[in-house]
């Protein structure tokens, strides 16, 4: 007990200098953010006689300035001159930095390095950009201690690819770049072994973790475009806001299943504060939204998305890695008001409330709040954050009400979202869950049923002799009526050589049986028509048949084909594989899947679910920076 008592003031006096530092960081932060927009009023060279001599040295006009500007800020001199002075270092070392790029080609980047380098977080780099990124990684992982294969490079709000010139990927001179760690590592451990070891080994499993979560994700998208048993293989389907599956076209339905699923994974990474790897899936999910464009404006996943990948930034500490910040925040703002319409109307008929989405919003004041903080814009700071503060005084919960409704046998997470949506009230909170509860189950039924009955149309089909691609296709145009899919195919000779991966239901027989030709005959076909549309479609009789009579007794155009040019089979690498090393294959596959679908919440409205307790303190530290500005400037 006592040890324990040691540690949790050890905890507490940890807290109490780190939110200190913070108070400080967050203080200059501003000063620097009003004093460069003072500077820029002004138009003000500080890299210019007089406030910089011949040699590079400060001037003396510099202290007339800084007495000038602390005047009008209301606070200490000696500090406003001493940002002043970073200020005018760094124009002086980008000027620099600009005419040696004009005269040699080397550009400058400029590095924000992980936390546990602090002091010097932000770094410079010199490269040409012809490099590739593989090489630039290389350079950042030799100057700055860091094990190559175990960091990743953003830049631009992307991943930097490594295979990739710098040029090809936009990257220019003067670029902010942020260096993230799979690993986190002190000096003394790069000096034992032992230690280096299992580092190392941790590292090498975050990198697997990435590269399962592509592989699953990849597999859950491809099983959604297949007919699999919904009872026996887990797949991904794309629902509304009421929980049913949605039509999304074909071209358009990978992409959005994998923004999606890596969005997914990316939050469970944020719930877990693993913000080094939820970043890159958060990237990858915004990547992939970006070929859906027009469905953006439609889903509130994307603006969801973008308040994630700013809040990814901000828990970093690198939100000047961010120059969009502000961009992100207006277009998660206007993506909202398009779903939910103004006043969020929409979202009220659809759901009955808006409660639980208030979340959302909250999130979204805050961080407007901080960027303005930031920016050296105190009052819109306020502002923001006031309307975070009284929306966070609405949506607080009362424990004990949470605490009732788990006598009622309903989670946690149902009672929070249960009681956001009824404001408040218990008996009102119970009933919404139980009424959600049966309409949940209700619609899982149905969709599943529809999924099998589909599974059964394309089977019904494939029992015709036509390949499970055709069936498919046919089937969604024909949105799942199976006559009509029938009229399709019939219709669209083309699309019977969509073919399977498996070759025996691809194969074609070169010479058809007698009694196949004579049963044709007997049912008034030409005898050479009907052989060759017996070669045409395996032997199989039914589906001869069929096509001869839609077509008038004849093969159309599409399916006439020589000896030598007709259509072979064309198989998918990842099923013709043998089935030696297939056992393997599936046991990472499996693997790969069950760790997607362990972070896939089993609740549609899980994004919504917060307790507010990480937004409470933050909330609370913005405002005191903000108090404490306007307390400096009283007593000054």
């Not at 094990?147 to 690819?161: A, C, G, P, R």
């Not at 048993?229 to 358009?252: F, V, W």
């Not at 998660?332 to 979340?359: D, P």
């Not at 024909?478 to 009229?487: C, M």
């Amino acid at each position: 007990m006592k040890t324990n008592g040691g540690l949790c003031s050890i905890r507490v006096l940890g807290r109490s200098r780190l939110a200190r530092w913070w108070r400080r960081m967050a203080q200059k932060k501003y000063l620097q953010a009003k004093l460069t927009q003072f500077l820029r009023e002004d138009k003000i060279q500080l890299w210019k006689p007089p406030y910089t001599e011949e040699n590079k040295e400060v001037g003396l006009a510099l202290k007339d300035l800084a007495k000038k500007y602390s005047e009008r800020l209301e606070c200490c001199e000696n500090e406003v001159e001493n940002i002043i002075e970073e200020i005018r270092c760094k124009a002086i070392e980008r000027g620099t930095g600009n005419e040696h790029y004009r005269t040699t080609g080397i550009a400058t980047i400029e590095l924000f390095l992980p936390p546990r380098l602090r002091k010097d977080k932000k770094s410079l780099l010199e490269t040409r950009l012809h490099v590739t990124g593989r090489d630039l990684r290389h350079k950042i992982a030799e100057t700055f201690g860091f094990q190559e294969n175990y960091i990743k490079i953003v830049i631009n709000k992307k991943q930097l690819q490594l295979g990739k010139s710098l040029e090809e990927q936009g990257v220019t001179h003067n670029v902010k770049a942020m260096v993230l760690e799979l690993k986190q590592s002190e000096e003394d451990v790069r000096k034992n072994l032992q230690l280096e070891e299992e580092e190392q080994n941790e590292a090498e499993l975050k990198e697997k973790r990435i590269q399962r979560t592509k592989r699953g994700l990849e597999i859950l998208a491809e099983r959604a475009e297949m007919v699999v048993d919904p009872e026996t293989t887990p797949y991904l389907d794309i629902a509304n806001q009421t929980g049913r599956s949605i039509r999304i076209p074909p071209s358009e339905r990978k992409a959005l299943m994998l923004a999606m699923g890596y969005h997914e994974k990316g939050r469970a990474f944020l719930k877990r504060k693993e913000y080094g790897i939820a970043l890159p899936c958060l990237l990858d999910a915004d990547r992939y939204f970006c070929e859906c464009k027009e469905l953006l404006d439609t889903v509130d996943n994307y603006a969801v998305l973008q308040l994630d990948i700013v809040w990814c930034y901000f828990r970093l500490e690198q939100l000047e890695c961010l120059d969009d910040a502000e961009k992100k925040l207006n277009l998660a703002q206007k993506c909202f008001k398009n779903c939910y319409g103004e006043n969020h109307q929409r979202l009220v008929h659809i759901k009955g409330n808006c409660g639980k989405e208030k979340v959302l919003f909250l999130r979204l004041y805050l961080l407007q709040g901080i960027r303005h903080y930031h920016s050296g814009n105190g009052e819109e700071a306020r502002e923001y954050l006031n309307k975070a503060r009284q929306l966070f005084k609405e949506l607080y919960i009362d424990p004990s009400k949470v605490h009732n409704l788990l006598q009622l046998g309903f989670t946690a997470q149902e009672a929070r979202l249960g009681l956001r949506a009824c404001d408040g009230n218990v008996d009102h909170a119970a009933t919404h869950i139980s009424n959600r509860r049966e309409e949940l189950a209700q619609i899982r039924k149905e969709e599943k049923e529809k999924r099998r009955r589909r599974l059964e149309n394309v089977n019904t089909l494939r029992g015709m002799g036509y390949s499970t691609q055709a069936a498919k296709q046919a089937l969604h145009q024909a949105r799942g009526n199976l006559d009509d899919a029938l009229k399709v195919l019939l219709s669209n000779p083309h699309m019977w050589w969509l073919q399977d991966s498996d070759p025996e239901n691809n194969s074609r027989q070169a010479s058809p049986s007698q009694e196949s030709i004579d049963q044709l005959v007997y049912m008034g076909f030409d005898t050479v028509v009907a052989e060759a549309a017996l070669r045409v479609f395996g032997g199989n009789v039914q589906l001869a048949a069929q096509t001869l009579a839609h077509h008038g007794g004849s093969l159309p155009p599409d399916l006439q084909f020589s000896e030598d040019s007709s259509p072979t089979p064309s198989t998918s690498p990842s099923d013709s594989a043998g089935t030696s090393s297939a056992s393997t294959d599936e046991d990472m596959e499996t693997e790969a899947v069950n760790e997607i679908l362990e972070d896939i919440p089993e609740h549609e409205e899980d994004y919504l679910d917060s307790t507010l307790e990480d937004e409470e303190v933050i909330i609370a530290e913005y405002l005191s920076y903000v108090e404490s500005i306007s307390s400096a400037a009283k007593n000054n």
